[in-house]
């Protein structure tokens, strides 16, 4: 197999193409809170306690509230709208670290930046911000009780939590049609991703394919970078027991790995329509692209007295997917892979 044969595919079809069909994507779940009265007849009810006019007032308002169509949908915040949301949190003790406030805040929704700050002469000036790509589940800054534990673990204190306002609109333009803008990133989440090479021009040779639970495949196109970002899962099982299931291996587990792909190394993206309802996306590269590693272990990406942490230092760059990385110590560098779950090239 050569390199500038290699290919990928997001899902497939069965129907005489040995490439994996990716099904439709679906849209993000969108999240509503819903206020619905309970069903009720339309006897007024008796209320103990409550003078004939209120009771008269509350009853006609119950009866409008019971004849308007469909529940009441609660309004969202304009930060619920944005792709990210950056917090602001400040009377921080001065040894503080990226980990401590990551622990916490992580609850809240899936943190992607810190930053601690400090002053002229370098020491800290109890200030941070945090950035939740998407924003985070509710407005906790409002709660107006946020307590952390301080880094030894011995005692608590009350921090201020603000959010930052919009700074950017969070769309690009479009280089040719001006008057149009696009979002930075936009995501899908297909059934399947396959891995192979080119057998035609038109044909893939799928040799490995992961399949989506929980939507955990996501193809996600960064306008903003230039790039498109693939992140999936791969449960790693020893093959020397896969006729024994009730005997795993050793090093049986399940890795998350991440692939970026310049908009400059892409050659084209093929679309394949397998039948009324599913669609396959083929990408040719003359080139593999570069593969990465999530760690296990989030503590690990966080080092005391960094200043700044981001989600890409959960990431080792990854040369080999296969089940015992203990085999490659000794291994010779080449093209070909003794053993490769997923050969990456």
């Known amino acids: 197999m050569r390199a500038d044969d290699r290919g ?4 497939s079809s069965n129907d005489g193409f040995p490439v994996r069909q990716l099904s439709r994507a679906y849209a993000p779940t969108r999240r509503f ?7 009720r007849s339309n006897s007024s009810p008796t209320f103990r306690g409550v003078s ?12 409008e509230l019971q004849q308007s169509s469909g529940p009441m949908l609660k309004p969202k915040e304009s930060w619920q709208t944005w792709p ?21 805040f992580q609850l809240e929704g899936t943190i992607v930046f810190i930053e601690l700050f400090d002053d002229r002469q370098g020491r800290r000036d109890g200030n941070a911000k945090i950035r939740f ?3 985070p589940y509710r407005a906790f800054w409002s709660l107006d009780n946020c307590i952390l534990s301080t880094p030894d673990g011995q005692g608590a204190f009350k921090v201020k939590v603000f959010p930052e306002p919009k700074k950017r609109r969070f769309e690009v333009q479009s280089p040719i049609r001006k008057h149009i803008w696009y979002p930075e990133s936009s995501c899908l989440y297909p059934l399947s991703l396959a891995f192979g090479f080119m057998h035609s021009h038109n044909t893939m040779m799928e040799m490995h394919k992961a399949q989506s639970r929980n939507r955990n495949i996501v193809f996600k196109v960064d306008l903003l970078r230039s790039r498109i970002v693939v992140t999936f899962q791969v449960s ?4 020397e027991t896969h006729f024994h299931p009730d005997s795993p291996g050793e090093l049986d ?15 084209n993206i093929d679309r394949i329509q397998v039948d009324k309802q599913q669609w396959a996306l083929v990408i040719s590269l003359d080139s593999p692209p570069q593969f990465f590693r999530q760690r296990l272990d989030p503590r690990a990406s966080h080092t005391a007295g960094t200043l700044i942490w981001s989600e890409f230092d959960t990431w080792y760059r990854q040369t080999d997917i296969v089940y015992d990385p203990r085999r ?17 090239g």
């Open 52 to 63: 004939e006019e209120n009771h008269h007032r509350f009853s006609a308002g119950l009866r």
């Open 328 to 344: 490659l110590e000794n291994a010779v560098v080449s093209l070909k892979k003794e053993l490769p779950v997923i050969d990456i």
């Open 8 to 11: 990928m595919a997001s899902d």
């Open 236 to 239: 790693l099982s020893d093959p």
């Open 84 to 104: 990210e949301l950056t917090i602001r949190v400040a009377n921080l003790p001065p040894d503080i670290t990226t980990w401590n406030l990551w622990e916490r």
């Open 133 to 135: 790509v998407p924003p």
């Open 33 to 39: 809170a819903i206020e619905a009265p309970a069903n």
């Open 253 to 267: 587990r399940t890795n998350k790995y991440m692939f970026t792909i310049p908009f400059g190394q892409l050659q």
